[in-house]
Nanobody, 112 residues
C-alpha cells in the first residue's frame, strides 16, 4: 500500500494559481484512479478531481475549467493545477489513491 505526501499549498490572492503535488512512496502505474479532495472545517470532504489509470478525468462542477488534474507515472506523482482561485476554494486538500489511501493534506488559503 503506497503512502501519499501532498505539497504545494499556501496563501494566494483571488485570481491566483497554485499547483499541488501528491508524491507516492511506490508505483501508481496500476492504481485504478487517483483523486484530489478538499475539506472545510465542519463540512464533509468533497471530491475535487479524479484521474484514472488510462487518463480519464472528471471534475466537480465548481472547479471545471479552472483546475486540471494530471499524473506522471514515471515520477509516481499526481498534480492538481489550480487557476483563477476563489476564496471559496479555501480548504485542506487531500490526495487519495483508489479510494483507500489518504495523504496528510495541504492547506490552501485564497484571500486578499
Amino acid at each position: 500500500q503506497v503512502q501519499l505526501v501532498e505539497s504545494g499549498g499556501g496563501l494566494v490572492s483571488p485570481g491566483g494559481s497554485l499547483r499541488l503535488s501528491c508524491a507516492a512512496s511506490g508505483s501508481i502505474f496500476s492504481i485504478n484512479y487517483m483523486g484530489w479532495y478538499r475539506q472545510v472545517p465542519g463540512q464533509e470532504r468533497e471530491l475535487v478531481a479524479v484521474i484514472t489509470s488510462d487518463g480519464f478525468t472528471n471534475y466537480a462542477d465548481s472547479v471545471k475549467g479552472r483546475f486540471t488534474i494530471s499524473r506522471d507515472n514515471a515520477k509516481n506523482t499526481v498534480y492538481l493545477q489550480m487557476n483563477s482561485l476563489k476564496p471559496e476554494d479555501t480548504a485542506v486538500y487531500y490526495c487519495n489513491a483508489a479510494g483507500i489511501t489518504w495523504g496528510q493534506g495541504t492547506q490552501v488559503t485564497v484571500s486578499s
